[in-house]
Protein backbone atom coordinates (compact mmCIF):
# COMPACT_ATOMS: atom_id res chain seq x y z
CA UNK A 1 0.00 0.00 0.00
CA UNK A 2 1.60 3.17 -1.15
CA UNK A 3 -0.50 6.02 -0.40
CA UNK A 4 -2.74 8.02 2.27
CA UNK A 5 -5.54 6.02 3.89
CA UNK A 6 -9.39 6.92 3.20
CA UNK A 7 -9.91 10.36 3.57
CA UNK A 8 -13.19 10.37 5.43
CA UNK A 9 -14.95 8.25 7.57
CA UNK A 10 -15.01 4.41 6.02
CA UNK A 11 -18.30 3.19 4.51
CA UNK A 12 -16.97 -0.25 3.44
CA UNK A 13 -14.37 -2.31 4.11
CA UNK A 14 -13.32 -5.81 2.62
CA UNK A 15 -10.83 -8.03 5.06
CA UNK A 16 -8.96 -10.92 3.31
CA UNK A 17 -11.68 -12.11 1.22
CA UNK A 18 -11.81 -15.72 -0.45
CA UNK A 19 -14.49 -17.00 -3.00
CA UNK A 20 -14.95 -20.07 -5.06
CA UNK A 21 -17.03 -19.93 -8.67
CA UNK A 22 -17.43 -23.87 -7.99
CA UNK A 23 -14.03 -25.30 -7.64
CA UNK A 24 -11.93 -22.05 -9.09
CA UNK A 25 -10.07 -19.85 -6.27
CA UNK A 26 -11.20 -16.92 -7.84
CA UNK A 27 -10.25 -14.20 -4.82
CA UNK A 28 -7.51 -15.10 -3.31
CA UNK A 29 -7.95 -12.57 0.38
CA UNK A 30 -9.02 -9.39 -1.46
CA UNK A 31 -8.34 -6.34 1.05
CA UNK A 32 -10.13 -2.64 0.46
CA UNK A 33 -11.92 0.07 1.27
CA UNK A 34 -14.32 2.68 0.29
CA UNK A 35 -14.95 6.04 2.53
CA UNK A 36 -18.61 7.49 2.98
CA UNK A 37 -19.20 9.44 -0.31
CA UNK A 38 -15.38 8.57 -1.94
CA UNK A 39 -15.37 7.15 -5.22
CA UNK A 40 -12.85 4.62 -5.69
CA UNK A 41 -11.88 2.46 -8.97
CA UNK A 42 -10.68 -0.98 -9.10
CA UNK A 43 -8.73 -1.65 -11.89
CA UNK A 44 -7.57 -4.80 -13.78
CA UNK A 45 -7.16 -6.99 -16.05
CA UNK A 46 -9.85 -9.21 -16.70
CA UNK A 47 -10.54 -11.97 -14.76
CA UNK A 48 -8.80 -11.01 -11.82
CA UNK A 49 -11.29 -11.06 -9.84
CA UNK A 50 -13.04 -7.47 -9.69
CA UNK A 51 -16.54 -8.49 -10.81
CA UNK A 52 -16.28 -11.45 -8.29
CA UNK A 53 -15.45 -8.99 -5.67
CA UNK A 54 -18.20 -6.74 -6.19
CA UNK A 55 -20.56 -10.33 -6.50
CA UNK A 56 -19.25 -11.22 -2.81
CA UNK A 57 -19.90 -7.77 -1.13
CA UNK A 58 -23.53 -7.90 -2.36
CA UNK A 59 -23.98 -10.95 -1.18
CA UNK A 60 -24.32 -13.01 -4.33
CA UNK A 61 -21.72 -14.94 -3.79
CA UNK A 62 -20.77 -16.30 -0.59
CA UNK A 63 -17.20 -16.05 0.38
CA UNK A 64 -15.66 -19.26 1.78
CA UNK A 65 -13.16 -16.77 4.24
CA UNK A 66 -13.33 -13.09 5.06
CA UNK A 67 -14.94 -10.28 6.20
CA UNK A 68 -17.08 -7.69 4.80
CA UNK A 69 -18.31 -4.64 6.86
CA UNK A 70 -20.46 -2.17 6.09
CA UNK A 71 -21.06 1.28 8.41
CA UNK A 72 -18.94 -0.92 10.84
CA UNK A 73 -21.73 -4.19 10.84
CA UNK A 74 -20.03 -7.39 9.58
CA UNK A 75 -22.23 -8.30 6.51
CA UNK A 76 -20.69 -11.62 5.74
CA UNK A 77 -23.03 -14.26 4.23
CA UNK A 78 -26.09 -11.84 4.79
CA UNK A 79 -28.82 -12.42 1.85
CA UNK A 80 -28.48 -10.18 -1.08
CA UNK A 81 -31.80 -8.42 -0.26
CA UNK A 82 -31.15 -7.69 3.22
CA UNK A 83 -27.53 -5.72 2.29
CA UNK A 84 -29.38 -3.95 -0.43
CA UNK A 85 -31.58 -2.73 1.74
CA UNK A 86 -28.74 -1.56 4.06
CA UNK A 87 -28.07 0.67 1.38
CA UNK A 88 -25.60 -1.05 -0.98
CA UNK A 89 -26.42 -0.79 -4.68
CA UNK A 90 -25.45 -3.09 -7.20
CA UNK A 91 -25.13 -2.65 -11.44
CA UNK A 92 -24.00 -5.76 -13.28
CA UNK A 93 -21.67 -5.67 -15.82
CA UNK A 94 -24.28 -7.29 -18.14
CA UNK A 95 -26.84 -4.46 -16.70
CA UNK A 96 -29.38 -7.27 -15.94
CA UNK A 97 -32.20 -5.00 -16.66
CA UNK A 98 -36.32 -6.85 -16.47
CA UNK A 99 -36.77 -7.19 -19.64
CA UNK A 100 -39.98 -7.88 -19.72
CA UNK A 101 -40.81 -5.50 -17.33
CA UNK A 102 -41.53 -2.01 -18.22
CA UNK A 103 -38.81 0.99 -17.77
CA UNK A 104 -41.54 1.86 -14.66
CA UNK A 105 -41.77 -1.45 -13.27
CA UNK A 106 -38.14 -1.93 -12.99
CA UNK A 107 -37.51 1.36 -11.24
CA UNK A 108 -40.22 0.11 -8.77
CA UNK A 109 -38.53 -2.95 -7.92
CA UNK A 110 -35.60 -0.38 -6.11
CA UNK A 111 -38.76 2.53 -5.28
CA UNK A 112 -41.11 0.04 -3.53
CA UNK A 113 -40.06 0.05 -0.36
CA UNK A 114 -41.44 -0.12 3.82
CA UNK A 115 -41.53 3.64 4.46
CA UNK A 116 -40.64 5.58 0.95
CA UNK A 117 -44.22 7.99 0.72
CA UNK A 118 -45.59 8.78 -2.64
CA UNK A 119 -43.97 11.71 -2.59
CA UNK A 120 -40.69 10.70 -1.97
CA UNK A 121 -41.03 8.37 -4.89
CA UNK A 122 -41.89 10.69 -7.08
CA UNK A 123 -38.72 13.23 -6.09
CA UNK A 124 -36.91 10.33 -6.74
CA UNK A 125 -38.38 10.11 -10.56
CA UNK A 126 -38.08 13.46 -10.80
CA UNK A 127 -34.16 13.42 -10.49
CA UNK A 128 -33.67 10.35 -12.49
CA UNK A 129 -35.92 11.85 -15.25
CA UNK A 130 -33.66 15.17 -15.27
CA UNK A 131 -30.44 12.91 -15.43
CA UNK A 132 -31.61 10.48 -18.17
CA UNK A 133 -35.15 12.26 -19.93
CA UNK A 134 -35.02 9.19 -22.36
CA UNK A 135 -36.28 6.51 -19.59
CA UNK A 136 -39.01 9.20 -19.04
CA UNK A 137 -40.07 8.68 -22.21
CA UNK A 138 -39.99 5.12 -22.90
CA UNK A 139 -41.36 4.65 -18.98
CA UNK A 140 -43.81 1.99 -20.66
CA UNK A 141 -41.24 0.24 -22.83
CA UNK A 142 -40.83 -3.18 -21.59
CA UNK A 143 -36.78 -2.85 -20.58
CA UNK A 144 -35.53 -5.61 -23.43
CA UNK A 145 -36.83 -2.98 -26.12
CA UNK A 146 -34.27 -0.18 -25.31
CA UNK A 147 -31.08 0.26 -26.32
CA UNK A 148 -27.61 -0.85 -25.08
CA UNK A 149 -26.95 2.37 -24.00
CA UNK A 150 -30.98 3.54 -22.47
CA UNK A 151 -30.45 0.08 -20.61
CA UNK A 152 -27.25 1.20 -18.58
CA UNK A 153 -29.14 4.14 -17.71
CA UNK A 154 -31.62 2.12 -16.68
CA UNK A 155 -29.69 0.18 -14.42
CA UNK A 156 -27.80 2.64 -12.81
CA UNK A 157 -31.45 4.29 -12.41
CA UNK A 158 -32.67 1.69 -10.83
CA UNK A 159 -30.00 1.14 -8.42
CA UNK A 160 -30.66 4.70 -7.18
CA UNK A 161 -34.23 4.18 -6.54
CA UNK A 162 -32.58 2.22 -3.52
CA UNK A 163 -31.30 5.66 -2.35
CA UNK A 164 -28.29 4.07 -1.90
CA UNK A 165 -25.30 4.80 0.07
CA UNK A 166 -22.82 3.06 -2.25
CA UNK A 167 -23.47 1.68 -5.53
CA UNK A 168 -21.05 -1.11 -6.77
CA UNK A 169 -20.78 -0.51 -10.17
CA UNK A 170 -19.39 -3.04 -12.63
CA UNK A 171 -18.23 -1.65 -16.07
CA UNK A 172 -21.07 1.16 -16.82
CA UNK A 173 -19.27 1.73 -20.12
CA UNK A 174 -19.04 -1.39 -21.94
CA UNK A 175 -19.91 -1.41 -25.27
CA UNK A 176 -21.14 1.86 -25.27
CA UNK A 177 -21.08 5.09 -28.04
CA UNK A 178 -18.48 7.67 -26.83
CA UNK A 179 -21.62 10.18 -26.06
CA UNK A 180 -22.84 7.72 -23.35
CA UNK A 181 -20.18 7.21 -22.14
CA UNK A 182 -19.21 11.24 -21.17
CA UNK A 183 -22.91 10.62 -20.06
CA UNK A 184 -22.05 7.68 -17.59
CA UNK A 185 -18.77 9.72 -16.39
CA UNK A 186 -21.51 13.45 -15.85
CA UNK A 187 -23.51 10.42 -13.77
CA UNK A 188 -20.80 9.55 -11.63
CA UNK A 189 -19.66 12.78 -11.44
CA UNK A 190 -23.36 14.11 -10.34
CA UNK A 191 -23.61 10.19 -7.53
CA UNK A 192 -20.39 11.29 -5.98
CA UNK A 193 -21.67 15.09 -5.25
CA UNK A 194 -24.73 13.77 -3.79
CA UNK A 195 -22.41 11.96 -1.77
CA UNK A 196 -23.24 8.83 -2.99
CA UNK A 197 -19.88 6.47 -2.41
CA UNK A 198 -18.87 4.70 -5.42
CA UNK A 199 -16.91 1.42 -6.49
CA UNK A 200 -16.22 1.33 -9.56
CA UNK A 201 -14.65 -1.32 -11.68
CA UNK A 202 -14.05 0.00 -15.06
CA UNK A 203 -11.88 -1.25 -18.39
CA UNK A 204 -11.75 2.59 -19.15
CA UNK A 205 -8.47 4.14 -17.06
CA UNK A 206 -9.03 7.42 -17.96
CA UNK A 207 -12.70 7.42 -17.18
CA UNK A 208 -11.76 5.52 -13.79
CA UNK A 209 -8.88 8.22 -13.07
CA UNK A 210 -10.82 11.33 -13.80
CA UNK A 211 -13.95 9.89 -11.90
CA UNK A 212 -11.80 8.55 -8.71
CA UNK A 213 -10.41 9.41 -6.04
CA UNK A 214 -8.48 6.31 -5.22
CA UNK A 215 -7.72 3.14 -7.18
CA UNK A 216 -6.67 -0.16 -6.43
CA UNK A 217 -5.20 -2.56 -8.90
CA UNK A 218 -5.88 -6.47 -8.64
CA UNK A 219 -4.06 -9.42 -9.99
CA UNK A 220 -4.40 -12.87 -9.71
CA UNK A 221 -7.63 -12.30 -7.03
CA UNK A 222 -5.65 -9.85 -4.96
CA UNK A 223 -5.22 -6.19 -4.54
CA UNK A 224 -2.01 -5.69 -5.51
CA UNK A 225 -1.51 -1.60 -5.34
CA UNK A 226 -3.27 1.16 -4.12
CA UNK A 227 -2.80 4.83 -5.18
CA UNK A 228 -4.45 8.53 -5.77
CA UNK A 229 -6.26 8.45 -8.49
CA UNK A 230 -5.00 11.96 -9.20
CA UNK A 231 -0.99 11.37 -8.53
CA UNK A 232 -1.51 8.90 -11.14
CA UNK A 233 -1.46 9.75 -15.47
CA UNK A 234 -2.98 7.22 -17.96
CA UNK A 235 0.43 6.00 -18.99
CA UNK A 236 1.80 5.57 -15.71
CA UNK A 237 4.33 2.72 -15.40
CA UNK A 238 1.73 0.81 -12.56
CA UNK A 239 -1.15 1.44 -15.27
CA UNK A 240 1.17 -0.61 -17.97
CA UNK A 241 1.66 -3.22 -15.10
CA UNK A 242 -1.38 -4.56 -14.02
CA UNK A 243 -3.37 -3.58 -17.39
CA UNK A 244 -0.60 -3.93 -20.01
CA UNK A 245 -1.89 -1.21 -22.45
CA UNK B 1 -64.62 -35.50 -43.79
CA UNK B 2 -67.91 -36.64 -45.45
CA UNK B 3 -68.99 -38.70 -43.11
CA UNK B 4 -68.84 -35.96 -39.59
CA UNK B 5 -70.99 -33.67 -41.78
CA UNK B 6 -74.01 -35.23 -40.11
CA UNK B 7 -72.62 -34.18 -36.19
CA UNK B 8 -75.62 -32.23 -35.19
CA UNK B 9 -74.27 -28.54 -34.91
CA UNK B 10 -76.72 -28.81 -31.27
CA UNK B 11 -74.30 -31.22 -29.94
CA UNK B 12 -71.36 -29.48 -30.91
CA UNK B 13 -72.33 -26.26 -29.23
CA UNK B 14 -73.13 -28.24 -26.15
CA UNK B 15 -69.73 -29.68 -26.23
CA UNK B 16 -68.32 -26.53 -26.47
CA UNK B 17 -69.65 -25.09 -23.49
CA UNK B 18 -68.41 -28.65 -21.87
CA UNK B 19 -64.81 -27.81 -23.22
CA UNK B 20 -64.61 -24.09 -21.80
CA UNK B 21 -66.32 -25.07 -18.80
CA UNK B 22 -63.77 -27.75 -18.08
CA UNK B 23 -61.14 -25.84 -19.31
CA UNK B 24 -61.53 -23.28 -16.95
CA UNK B 25 -61.22 -25.53 -14.40
CA UNK B 26 -58.24 -26.77 -15.39
CA UNK B 27 -56.72 -23.45 -16.04
CA UNK B 28 -57.22 -22.66 -12.60
CA UNK B 29 -55.50 -25.95 -11.88
CA UNK B 30 -52.60 -25.06 -14.21
CA UNK B 31 -52.04 -21.54 -13.82
CA UNK B 32 -51.08 -22.24 -9.83
CA UNK B 33 -48.86 -25.10 -10.96
CA UNK B 34 -47.08 -22.52 -14.15
CA UNK B 35 -46.89 -20.09 -11.57
CA UNK B 36 -44.36 -22.10 -9.12
CA UNK B 37 -42.39 -23.65 -11.72
CA UNK B 38 -41.64 -20.07 -13.77
CA UNK B 39 -40.40 -18.29 -10.53
CA UNK B 40 -38.62 -21.13 -8.62
CA UNK B 41 -38.01 -24.24 -10.99
CA UNK B 42 -40.15 -26.25 -9.08
CA UNK B 43 -41.84 -28.84 -10.53
CA UNK B 44 -44.78 -29.42 -7.73
CA UNK B 45 -45.56 -33.19 -7.58
CA UNK B 46 -47.95 -32.12 -4.99
CA UNK B 47 -50.13 -30.30 -6.37
CA UNK B 48 -53.06 -33.12 -7.35
CA UNK B 49 -52.67 -33.12 -3.32
CA UNK B 50 -53.52 -29.45 -2.51
CA UNK B 51 -56.34 -29.71 -4.75
CA UNK B 52 -57.57 -33.03 -2.98
CA UNK B 53 -57.05 -31.60 0.29
CA UNK B 54 -58.58 -28.22 -0.32
CA UNK B 55 -61.82 -30.39 -1.52
CA UNK B 56 -61.86 -32.71 1.48
CA UNK B 57 -61.47 -29.21 3.64
CA UNK B 58 -64.13 -27.55 1.61
CA UNK B 59 -66.24 -30.87 2.42
CA UNK B 60 -65.51 -30.94 6.49
CA UNK B 61 -66.35 -26.75 6.54
CA UNK B 62 -69.36 -27.12 4.67
CA UNK B 63 -70.49 -29.81 7.17
CA UNK B 64 -69.37 -27.66 10.23
CA UNK B 65 -70.56 -23.84 8.90
CA UNK B 66 -73.68 -25.28 6.21
CA UNK B 67 -72.48 -22.60 3.47
CA UNK B 68 -70.36 -23.59 0.35
CA UNK B 69 -68.84 -20.03 0.56
CA UNK B 70 -67.55 -19.96 3.98
CA UNK B 71 -65.79 -23.46 2.86
CA UNK B 72 -64.10 -22.17 -0.48
CA UNK B 73 -62.54 -18.85 1.38
CA UNK B 74 -61.43 -21.40 4.59
CA UNK B 75 -60.26 -24.36 2.09
CA UNK B 76 -58.03 -21.71 -0.13
CA UNK B 77 -56.59 -19.97 2.76
CA UNK B 78 -55.91 -22.99 5.12
CA UNK B 79 -54.27 -25.29 2.08
CA UNK B 80 -52.68 -21.50 1.58
CA UNK B 81 -50.81 -21.49 4.58
CA UNK B 82 -50.06 -25.03 4.43
CA UNK B 83 -48.25 -24.86 1.15
CA UNK B 84 -46.59 -21.96 2.22
CA UNK B 85 -45.37 -24.26 5.43
CA UNK B 86 -44.68 -26.68 3.01
CA UNK B 87 -42.52 -24.24 0.83
CA UNK B 88 -40.03 -22.82 3.98
CA UNK B 89 -39.63 -26.79 5.29
CA UNK B 90 -38.93 -28.92 2.48
CA UNK B 91 -38.08 -26.61 -0.82
CA UNK B 92 -36.80 -23.47 0.77
CA UNK B 93 -33.31 -25.32 1.63
CA UNK B 94 -33.54 -27.58 -1.75
CA UNK B 95 -33.28 -23.88 -3.61
CA UNK B 96 -30.54 -24.00 -6.38
CA UNK B 97 -29.57 -27.63 -5.76
CA UNK B 98 -30.38 -30.07 -8.89
CA UNK B 99 -34.47 -30.38 -9.95
CA UNK B 100 -34.76 -33.81 -9.64
CA UNK B 101 -34.07 -33.06 -5.81
CA UNK B 102 -37.31 -30.98 -5.54
CA UNK B 103 -39.22 -33.31 -8.21
CA UNK B 104 -38.05 -35.97 -5.50
CA UNK B 105 -39.47 -33.92 -2.94
CA UNK B 106 -42.73 -32.98 -4.17
CA UNK B 107 -43.28 -36.33 -4.76
CA UNK B 108 -42.79 -37.42 -1.53
CA UNK B 109 -44.66 -34.73 -0.29
CA UNK B 110 -47.81 -36.10 -2.37
CA UNK B 111 -47.60 -39.45 -1.09
CA UNK B 112 -47.59 -38.42 2.42
CA UNK B 113 -51.10 -36.37 1.83
CA UNK B 114 -52.79 -38.82 -0.26
CA UNK B 115 -52.09 -41.17 2.25
CA UNK B 116 -52.65 -39.31 5.18
CA UNK B 117 -56.02 -37.99 3.48
CA UNK B 118 -56.63 -41.69 3.18
CA UNK B 119 -56.06 -42.66 6.72
CA UNK B 120 -58.03 -39.62 8.17
CA UNK B 121 -60.55 -39.62 5.77
CA UNK B 122 -61.12 -43.50 4.85
CA UNK B 123 -61.76 -44.71 1.18
CA UNK B 124 -65.72 -43.73 1.06
CA UNK B 125 -66.24 -40.65 -1.83
CA UNK B 126 -67.28 -37.80 0.04
CA UNK B 127 -69.35 -34.80 -1.50
CA UNK B 128 -69.61 -31.28 -1.54
CA UNK B 129 -73.52 -29.86 -1.94
CA UNK B 130 -73.39 -27.32 -5.17
CA UNK B 131 -74.35 -24.01 -3.74
CA UNK B 132 -76.99 -23.64 -6.46
CA UNK B 133 -79.19 -26.20 -7.55
CA UNK B 134 -80.52 -24.34 -11.01
CA UNK B 135 -80.81 -25.65 -14.40
CA UNK B 136 -81.32 -24.14 -18.16
CA UNK B 137 -82.31 -25.70 -20.79
CA UNK B 138 -79.39 -25.98 -23.37
CA UNK B 139 -81.18 -27.48 -26.81
CA UNK B 140 -82.33 -30.75 -25.49
CA UNK B 141 -80.25 -30.67 -22.13
CA UNK B 142 -80.99 -29.62 -19.12
CA UNK B 143 -77.26 -27.70 -18.37
CA UNK B 144 -76.67 -26.82 -15.04
CA UNK B 145 -75.79 -23.76 -13.81
CA UNK B 146 -73.55 -24.59 -11.52
CA UNK B 147 -70.97 -25.37 -14.10
CA UNK B 148 -71.56 -21.87 -15.83
CA UNK B 149 -71.10 -20.71 -12.10
CA UNK B 150 -67.50 -22.62 -12.09
CA UNK B 151 -66.52 -21.46 -15.10
CA UNK B 152 -66.85 -17.94 -14.39
CA UNK B 153 -65.35 -18.13 -10.87
CA UNK B 154 -62.03 -19.84 -12.18
CA UNK B 155 -62.48 -16.58 -14.86
CA UNK B 156 -62.63 -14.31 -12.32
CA UNK B 157 -59.93 -15.93 -10.11
CA UNK B 158 -57.25 -15.77 -12.83
CA UNK B 159 -58.49 -12.58 -13.36
CA UNK B 160 -57.66 -11.43 -10.26
CA UNK B 161 -53.95 -12.87 -10.62
CA UNK B 162 -53.63 -11.82 -13.50
CA UNK B 163 -54.24 -7.82 -12.09
CA UNK B 164 -52.47 -8.51 -9.20
CA UNK B 165 -49.47 -9.86 -10.82
CA UNK B 166 -49.55 -6.51 -13.29
CA UNK B 167 -50.34 -3.98 -10.80
CA UNK B 168 -49.66 -4.91 -7.43
CA UNK B 169 -46.42 -4.69 -5.71
CA UNK B 170 -45.73 -7.90 -4.68
CA UNK B 171 -46.74 -8.64 -8.43
CA UNK B 172 -43.84 -6.65 -9.70
CA UNK B 173 -41.91 -8.26 -7.21
CA UNK B 174 -42.95 -11.33 -8.29
CA UNK B 175 -42.81 -11.19 -12.32
CA UNK B 176 -39.02 -9.46 -11.38
CA UNK B 177 -37.99 -12.35 -9.52
CA UNK B 178 -39.39 -14.81 -12.26
CA UNK B 179 -37.17 -13.27 -14.43
CA UNK B 180 -34.00 -12.79 -12.56
CA UNK B 181 -34.07 -13.99 -9.00
CA UNK B 182 -30.72 -12.82 -8.47
CA UNK B 183 -31.32 -9.67 -9.65
CA UNK B 184 -34.41 -9.47 -7.82
CA UNK B 185 -32.48 -9.71 -4.31
CA UNK B 186 -29.87 -7.19 -5.59
CA UNK B 187 -32.61 -4.78 -5.80
CA UNK B 188 -33.35 -5.63 -2.05
CA UNK B 189 -36.76 -7.86 -3.18
CA UNK B 190 -36.58 -10.98 -0.20
CA UNK B 191 -36.53 -13.25 -2.50
CA UNK B 192 -36.68 -16.67 -0.30
CA UNK B 193 -40.47 -14.99 0.75
CA UNK B 194 -41.49 -13.98 -2.70
CA UNK B 195 -41.18 -17.97 -3.05
CA UNK B 196 -42.97 -18.86 -0.13
CA UNK B 197 -45.79 -16.39 -1.19
CA UNK B 198 -46.02 -17.65 -4.68
CA UNK B 199 -46.08 -21.38 -3.10
CA UNK B 200 -49.04 -20.33 -1.10
CA UNK B 201 -50.94 -18.96 -3.90
CA UNK B 202 -50.20 -21.48 -6.26
CA UNK B 203 -51.74 -24.19 -3.45
CA UNK B 204 -54.60 -21.79 -2.33
CA UNK B 205 -55.35 -22.07 -6.38
CA UNK B 206 -55.34 -25.88 -5.96
CA UNK B 207 -57.21 -25.79 -3.15
CA UNK B 208 -59.75 -23.47 -4.74
CA UNK B 209 -60.62 -25.67 -8.29
CA UNK B 210 -60.46 -28.65 -5.66
CA UNK B 211 -63.62 -27.24 -3.88
CA UNK B 212 -65.40 -25.84 -6.70
CA UNK B 213 -64.70 -29.11 -8.91
CA UNK B 214 -65.96 -31.01 -5.79
CA UNK B 215 -69.89 -31.09 -6.28
CA UNK B 216 -69.07 -32.71 -9.66
CA UNK B 217 -67.06 -35.31 -9.12
CA UNK B 218 -66.61 -38.05 -5.61
CA UNK B 219 -63.90 -36.65 -3.47
CA UNK B 220 -61.14 -39.12 -2.26
CA UNK B 221 -57.69 -39.24 -1.44
CA UNK B 222 -56.68 -40.58 -5.34
CA UNK B 223 -58.51 -37.51 -6.80
CA UNK B 224 -55.51 -35.19 -7.35
CA UNK B 225 -53.65 -37.84 -9.79
CA UNK B 226 -56.20 -37.23 -12.72
CA UNK B 227 -56.14 -33.54 -12.64
CA UNK B 228 -52.35 -32.93 -11.85
CA UNK B 229 -51.63 -35.38 -14.86
CA UNK B 230 -53.83 -33.25 -17.23
CA UNK B 231 -52.61 -29.96 -15.52
CA UNK B 232 -48.99 -31.10 -16.30
CA UNK B 233 -50.06 -31.50 -20.11
CA UNK B 234 -51.30 -27.99 -20.57
CA UNK B 235 -48.54 -26.70 -18.64
CA UNK B 236 -46.28 -27.91 -21.08
CA UNK B 237 -48.26 -27.44 -24.39
CA UNK B 238 -48.91 -23.67 -23.04
CA UNK B 239 -45.02 -23.37 -22.43
CA UNK B 240 -43.78 -23.71 -19.16
CA UNK B 241 -43.85 -21.01 -16.59
CA UNK B 242 -46.21 -19.30 -18.86
CA UNK B 243 -49.55 -18.04 -17.48
CA UNK B 244 -51.50 -16.81 -20.36
CA UNK B 245 -50.23 -19.72 -22.30
CA UNK B 246 -51.53 -22.56 -19.76
CA UNK B 247 -54.80 -20.97 -19.37
CA UNK B 248 -54.93 -20.77 -23.56
CA UNK B 249 -53.76 -24.41 -23.42
CA UNK B 250 -56.30 -25.71 -20.87
CA UNK B 251 -59.28 -24.35 -23.22
CA UNK B 252 -57.80 -25.83 -26.39
CA UNK B 253 -56.95 -29.13 -24.69
CA UNK B 254 -60.88 -29.54 -23.19
CA UNK B 255 -62.24 -28.37 -25.92
CA UNK B 256 -60.46 -30.87 -28.81
CA UNK B 257 -61.34 -33.84 -25.87
CA UNK B 258 -65.08 -31.97 -25.81
CA UNK B 259 -65.24 -32.52 -29.75
CA UNK B 260 -63.15 -35.82 -29.70
CA UNK B 261 -66.26 -37.22 -27.95
CA UNK B 262 -68.57 -36.90 -30.84
CA UNK B 263 -66.11 -37.83 -33.48
CA UNK B 264 -64.90 -40.99 -32.19
CA UNK B 265 -68.94 -41.97 -31.84
CA UNK B 266 -69.10 -41.65 -35.89
CA UNK B 267 -65.53 -43.52 -36.66
CA UNK B 268 -66.62 -47.56 -37.14
CA UNK B 269 -64.20 -50.01 -36.68
CA UNK B 270 -65.54 -53.13 -37.11
CA UNK B 271 -68.75 -51.85 -37.63
CA UNK B 272 -68.88 -50.47 -34.14
CA UNK B 273 -68.29 -46.66 -33.88
CA UNK B 274 -65.45 -46.31 -30.81
CA UNK B 275 -66.34 -45.65 -27.28
CA UNK B 276 -66.19 -41.72 -26.09
CA UNK B 277 -64.16 -42.78 -23.29
CA UNK B 278 -61.16 -43.17 -26.12
CA UNK B 279 -61.28 -39.37 -26.42
CA UNK B 280 -59.28 -39.17 -22.73
CA UNK B 281 -56.15 -39.89 -24.83
CA UNK B 282 -56.47 -36.51 -26.66
CA UNK B 283 -54.43 -34.73 -24.34
CA UNK B 284 -51.49 -36.91 -24.79
CA UNK B 285 -51.98 -36.82 -28.19
CA UNK B 286 -51.77 -32.64 -27.90
CA UNK B 287 -48.94 -33.21 -25.60
CA UNK B 288 -46.67 -35.66 -28.05
CA UNK B 289 -47.06 -33.48 -30.83
CA UNK B 290 -46.30 -30.35 -29.01
CA UNK B 291 -43.18 -31.75 -27.71
CA UNK B 292 -42.02 -32.62 -30.96
CA UNK B 293 -42.67 -29.97 -33.27
CA UNK B 294 -42.54 -27.02 -30.65
CA UNK B 295 -41.39 -28.50 -27.23
CA UNK B 296 -41.03 -24.51 -25.60
CA UNK B 297 -45.13 -24.63 -26.13
CA UNK B 298 -47.06 -23.69 -28.19
CA UNK B 299 -48.47 -20.47 -27.00
CA UNK B 300 -44.82 -18.89 -26.46
CA UNK B 301 -43.90 -16.17 -28.97
CA UNK B 302 -40.10 -16.00 -28.33
CA UNK B 303 -38.65 -19.09 -26.89
CA UNK B 304 -36.19 -18.08 -24.62
Same mark, same amino acid.
Given at each position: MTSSAAPTETLLTVEDLHSFYGKSHILHGVSLSVGRGEVVGLLGRNGVGKSTTLKTIMGLVSPSQGKVLFEGKAITGMPAHKIARLGVAYVPEDRRIFKLLTVMENLRTGLDRQGVTEARKQELLDKLFEYFPRLAERRSQPGGTLSGGEQQMLAIGRAMMLEPKIILLDEPTEGLMPRMVSQISEIIEALHKEGVAILLVEQNVPLTLASSQRVYFMEKGVVRHHAVASELEVNDPIIHQYLGV | MGMFADIPWDIIAIQTVNGIVTGMILALVA??????????????????????????????? !?????????? %????? %????????? /?????????????? /?????????????????? /??????????????????????????????????????????????? !?? *??? *?????????????????????????????????????????? !???? %???????MGLDWVLKAFIVVVVGGMGNLGGSIAASILVSLLEAYAVILVGYIYVGGQPLSPALAVVVPFIVLIVTLLFRPTGLFVPTPK
Amino acid at each position: MTSSAAPTETLLTVEDLHSFYGKSHILHGVSLSVGRGEVVGLLGRNGVGKSTTLKTIMGLVSPSQGKVLFEGKAITGMPAHKIARLGVAYVPEDRRIFKLLTVMENLRTGLDRQGVTEARKQELLDKLFEYFPRLAERRSQPGGTLSGGEQQMLAIGRAMMLEPKIILLDEPTEGLMPRMVSQISEIIEALHKEGVAILLVEQNVPLTLASSQRVYFMEKGVVRHHAVASELEVNDPIIHQYLGV | MGMFADIPWDIIAIQTVNGIVTGMILALVASGLTLIFGIMDVVNFAHGELFMLGAYIGAVV !LVTSGSFWVA %LVVST %LTVALMGAA /LQVTTLRPLLGRDP /LTTILATFGISLVLQNYA /LWHFGPVPRKIQEPITGQFELFYLVYPWYRVLIAVLSAAIIGGLYLF !LK *YGR *YGVWIRATTQDRFMAQAMGIPVPWVHTGVFAIGAGMAAASGV !LFGP %LIGINHAMGLDWVLKAFIVVVVGGMGNLGGSIAASILVSLLEAYAVILVGYIYVGGQPLSPALAVVVPFIVLIVTLLFRPTGLFVPTPK
